[in-house]
């Protein structure tokens, strides 16, 4: 097996000429993975992780797509959310993969852990290959390729297609920008760097629709404005209303349209009221509860969310408690204000 190599980009005060060097850096590695994907013969897997959201699936089937032009046998392991049912081709997905893949690479994308990669036994692997965007991730695999300055994991599987020399269209192209605009909040979010501009308008000269894509993503069936009702009658405040929550429970998980809720971003909803700092989304799975939580104001939900043995972005991150939902929110609260205390005082608002 060969070494595992490394590169995690992780940019804080650097200097132009610093910050130039990993630049370079992470270009040398994109051209490192990049003609060791060009040389392997053997057959390829890909996966996400679990709960794949639009740049999980976006970045998989990007470059699930380039690695068949290049003439690779791939495997998708891969369970698309309702929302984005329209973007996989027929054929293209298994939802799990039950043999070895002694004989395989492992391609794992936009996974921060080597625990939340779905669909498939890691352990199996002949090589893995880990790319990724989280600021967290634990560089698991033999090659890992890290950079948590770019907005979505999309926009590296669009850097190392180019590497590999695959020329774009839609069926790449579209993926891909799903990719970037829902990891930017459709290019609102502050992670909305010039370099996910210059992405979004290079894949926009493939031709693609803009305003079909973008309307697209945005349908809902009927079954999901009820279960908001329902989400939106849980809403409360708390810390002297910094703090916006809500819950999804076991028993809306039962009613019409449950398989929904693991996949609709309620959160983006309540993370918009004014005068808070935070957003919380409980949902509730028997014994434990998924959080999700989003910040500003210099508030750190990765920092929170790590502290609940979670992970993810500075104003984005989750976790899974293993405990009931009420326990859960006072678990969170006092993370929270804990976080409160210690966040920049100019941002205290």
Known sequence: MAPRTVLAVIIVFMTSNEQSNVESNYHEKLTEIANFLLGWQGPIVLATHVDPDGDAVGSTLTLNRA?????KSTIVSLVVPNFLEFLPQPNELVPQIDFSLAESLLITLDAATAS???GVT???AKMTINIDHHGTNELFGDY?????????????I?????H?????????SIPCLTGILTDTGFLTFANTSPDALQAVAALLSTGLNYAELTDRLQWRPKEYYVLLAQVMSTVDFALDDRVILARVTDQMRSGPGGALLDSEDFIGLIRYAEGTSIAVLLKERGTTTKVSIRTRHGVSAQKICLGLGGGGHIVAAGATVD???DATQDLVLQAIAEELEEAPPNNKQ
């Open 67 to 71: 690695l068949k032009i290049m003439g």
């Open 164 to 172: 590999l020399g695959v020329s774009w269209n839609q069926d790449l």
């Open 122 to 124: 890691m352990e199996s």
């Open 144 to 156: 890992s390729l890290i950079d948590p300055n770019k907005a979505a994991t999309a926009l590296i």
């Open 323 to 325: 405990a009931d939902i």
């Open 158 to 162: 669009k850097d190392l297609v180019e």
């Open 116 to 118: 939340r990669v779905a």
